[in-house]
Structure formats: structure tokens, C-alpha cells
């Protein structure tokens, strides 16, 4: 057996996916002014399965909305609506 052939270049390459590209968070295009704490399935969505809160890039969400939805889900876990963890 030869250990010293290599592969051949892309042989081992991910094909890259196409990214979309949004112009506008999905806040600024529902034009809401602020984040509604009480709101809970739409924080859900902004969180991981361990309750993580999502990156702006992972979330699409502009720098403004994200800091909205920050304070919104921090609230929502003093309130008791959503965990801490999971």
C-alpha cells in the first residue's frame, strides 16, 4: 500500500452554497419599532436548542433590531417566557 499518493485537489471540497442576499432584517421589513418581549415563538426562533441567542449573521438581523431582540429575550427569561438554558 502507497500512504504517499494524494487526493487530487477539490476531491475533497464542499460545493458552496448560494447565499441569499436580504436587504432588510426581518424586522425593518415588518416595520415594528421595537421587539415585543411577550412575543415568544418569534424569540424561539432567535434562539439555539440551548438557549443561546443567535449571531447577527446567523439571525439576519441588523445591528438596531439585534440589539432590540437582546434586551427582548433577556426580559422574556426575567419574566419567566423563555429559559435561562435548556
Excluded at 487530487?8 to 464542499?14: H, I
Excluded at 415594528?32 to 418581549?37: G, P
Aim: glycine share 4%.
Amino acid at each position: 500500500m502507497n500512504f504517499n499518493k494524494r487526493k487530487s485537489a477539490g476531491a475533497d471540497k464542499k460545493p458552496l452554497r448560494a447565499a441569499r442576499e436580504q436587504t432588510q432584517c426581518r424586522f425593518c421589513r415588518s416595520k415594528k419599532k421595537y421587539v415585543d418581549y411577550k412575543d415568544v415563538s418569534t424569540l424561539e426562533k432567535l434562539l439555539t436548542n440551548r438557549g443561546k441567542i443567535y449571531s447577527r449573521k446567523r439571525s439576519g438581523n441588523c445591528a438596531g433590531c439585534q440589539r432590540k431582540v437582546k434586551r427582548a429575550i433577556k426580559r422574556a427569561r426575567f419574566m419567566a417566557l423563555l429559559p435561562f438554558t435548556n
